[in-house]
Nanobody, 124 residues
Framework: QVQLVESGGGLVQAGGSLRLSCAAS????????MGWFRQAPGKEREFVAS??????????YYTDSVKGRFTISRDNTKNTVYLQMNSLKPEDTAVYYC???????????????WGQGTQVTVSS
């Protein structure tokens, strides 16, 4: 079974940075789109960023609220996707999930495997 293992979450002050990592196994990593989503208590899961796999050819995408602050990247040799988060704001506080799927869409239904989530807390 495909497994996604996240790391890198934590507590940071506003304006600080964190880098999240998601290591994948059980799937030909380079072929598939990878995405990052987040979910705050009482809110729906929200798209953050994604990039396409080798078969999709899609470019990187970001939700408007993180453009210029977050960067998604991947290392296919390590089967790992990253989310570099800079200039963090309190409203970025959420559980962050990585996901693997066929297309780098904003809709979580496009992803069939999910990580366990990692908490990111940004203090004001």
């Amino acid at each position: 079974q495909v497994q996604l293992v996240e790391s890198g979450g934590g507590l940071v002050q506003a304006g600080g940075s964190l880098r999240l990592s998601c290591a994948a196994s059980g799937r030909t990593f380079s072929r598939y789109a990878m995405g990052w989503f987040r979910q705050a208590p009482g809110k729906e899961r929200e798209f953050v960023a994604s990039n396409g796999g080798s078969t999709s050819g899609y470019r990187t995408y970001y939700t408007d609220s993180v453009k210029g602050r977050f960067t998604i990247s991947r290392d296919n040799t390590k089967n790992t996707v990253y989310l570099q988060m800079n200039s963090l704001k309190p409203e970025d506080t959420a559980v962050y999930y990585c996901a693997s799927g066929s297309f780098p869409r904003w809709d979580p239904i496009s992803y069939d495997y999910w990580g366990q989530g990692t908490q990111v807390t940004v203090s004001s």
